[in-house]
């Protein structure tokens, strides 16, 4: 787990997944032209990824940090 | 055993971890703003972890985390009553705090336009048309019919555009003037 944390860290920026559904609805559109629909789709997916770019924020990787090692800590007390 | 457990932690996680930039980006569609949707993925951190038994191994995680995200939302929605509604005034006062993220002057007007949409609307529209969810799933996170979602989705749409006075081929503004340019330097 830390070392998936740490690798969040680094590759943070590599995480917004992309996904290729709904791409854009652009059947019948001559090229150069955008439908209105393919035109809102796309300004609503670059916000969206602008917000995954951002990257995961210290906090949470640091509340996962903590989660974690609370939950080693509980594990170790059951096993003594 | 004890190791199949371990590994399915891990892999609880690791999802969990790979899922955030995407569940982070729902909760800023809901919210509105960053500093009220970090709180919303922290506390649905904390619920996921605590359920983590509850949660069956190879289905859909990211289904899941967005399902709790979304009660989680709307069930302090409830408790504090919706907060201040959103002016314009207030927006660009919370978004001049960010400049870097809302650089470019199209997605600033863009979150105007999706904040003024009914709350079932824009979520329909982000979790299909950006989260990237099948309708199916959508109406699955959101609890109510494929068909329900379809329509909203399409609501959200028409609203949309008339906010955003898209009409099609003058939307391309940018590109076309872009174009323009590019035709006019390599145009014999």
Redesign the interface.
């Known amino acids: 787990m830390l070392d998936d944390i740490e690798q969040a860290r680094v590759m943070s920026e590599d995480l917004g997944t992309k996904n290729d559904m709904n791409i854009a609805q652009t059947p019948e559109v001559k090229p150069g032209t955008a439908s209105p629909n393919a035109s809102i789709s796309r300004k609503l997916r670059d916000f969206y990824d602008a917000v995954q770019e951002e990257g995961i924020p210290d906090r949470f990787l640091d509340l996962l940090e903590r989660l974690d090692q609370a939950e080693k800590n509980a594990k170790s007390v059951e096993a003594k | 055993m004890s190791k199949e457990v371990d590994t399915d932690d ?1 892999i609880f ?2 999802d ?3 899922s ?3 569940l ?2 729902f909760a ?2 809901l919210t509105g703003r960053h500093d009220k949707a ?1 709180d919303l ?2 506390d649905t ?2 619920k996921a ?1 605590a359920n983590q038994k509850s949660f069956t191994a190879g289905t859909n995680m990211r289904a899941w985390l967005f399902t709790i995200l979304r009660n989680e939302f709307y069930s302090q929605m409830r408790k504090r009553g919706r907060e201040v509604q959103d002016t314009d005034g207030l927006f660009s006062e919370r978004f001049s705090v960010h400049p870097e ?2 650089g ?1 002057l ?2 600033q007007d ?2 105007k336009a ?1 904040d003024k949409l009914p709350d079932d609307q824009r979520e329909a ?2 979790l ?7 309708y199916e799933e959508a109406a699955e996170i959101c609890g109510c019919a494929v068909g329900t979602i379809k329509s909203r989705v399409s609501r959200a ?1 028409t609203r ?2 008339e906010l ?1 006075g ?4 003058s ?2 503004g940018p590109d ?1 003037g872009d ?1 323009a340019i590019t035709a006019r330097a390599f145009g014999s």
């Not at chain 2, 299909?128 to 099948?134: C, H, I, K, L, P």
């Not at chain 2, 898209?166 to 081929?169: A, K």
């Open positions: 891990r996680k690791r969990l971890l790979s955030l930039p995407n982070r980006a800023v569609s970090d993925v922290q951190i904390m972890w993220q809302y470019r199209d997605l863009f979150r999706l529209i982000v299909v048309g950006a989260a990237g969810f099948a749409r949309l555009q955003l898209v009409s099609g081929e939307d391309y076309a174009a």
